[in-house]
């Protein structure tokens, strides 16, 4: 049983009608994936997810059903669903708030999404859990709040939850501060990491990291 943590991710209300994104790719391509409007959840934009995706297939050679993946900050679950959708092994699911998880339950049962395992639990607790129980995963999806310092607390906990030649997407509010030149230094939680392929749109910052 997972020990309560007062590191919980804090969802600002969103202004606006109810939102919702909908899965690009794969056996469940164009269902609609409602986002909670009370919790002003960021789901990835579509674009986004379209353009990792295709990333995580190229330099995966589009193998999906070997892959064991693991989304730590679910939220909406439209990193998580959109893995499922494309057939892979299985997707664990993470996230703390209550009525955020029952609605990823709520979906999974509507797509009768076997695959898919959803946990109600503290983001860094279970990857130092899985980590220590020996749990290793080809894709792990870091999409947390922005502005509450989870990246650099979770990305160092994923060197020791990937397999080898496993792959880690990264999305943030800011660019990820890595040296541009040899002479600098990268902060530490950024230590060990390289960026494959990398992106901006708007607001977003995304990555596709592996280890070095």
Known sequence: MQKKSSHKPSYPR????????????????RTPLPVLDAFGLRPTPDRVRETVFNWIRHQLD???????CLD?????????????????????MIDTLGPVVRQLESIKEKLKADQ???L????????????????????????????????????PLCANLLKEG?????????????????????????????QVRGDKAGMVHFYLLKLH
Do not use: C, H
Not at 126 to 138: E, K, M, N, P, S
Not at 167 to 186: H, I, K, N, R
């Open 62 to 68: 589009g193998d999906w059903d070997s892959l064991d």
């Open 166 to 194: 496993g792959l880690v997407y990264a999305e943030s509010g800011d660019a990820l501060p890595f040296a541009e030149t040899e002479q600098a230094e990268s902060p530490a939680w950024l230590s060990g990491w390289q």
């Open 14 to 29: 969103r202004p606006g009608p109810p939102q919702q994104v909908r899965i690009i790719g794969g056996a469940w391509k």
């Open 120 to 155: 109600r639990a503290d983001a860094l607790a279970v990857a130092r859990d899985l980590a220590q129980r020996g749990q290793r995963f080809d894709l792990i999806f870091l999409d947390p709040p922005y502005q509450q310092d989870f990246l650099s607390q979770a990305l």
């Open 72 to 92: 730590l900050f679910a939220g909406s679950g439209a990193l998580g669903f959109e893995a499922a959708s494309r057939g892979v092994r299985s997707v664990t």
């Open 116 to 118: 898919v395992k959803i």
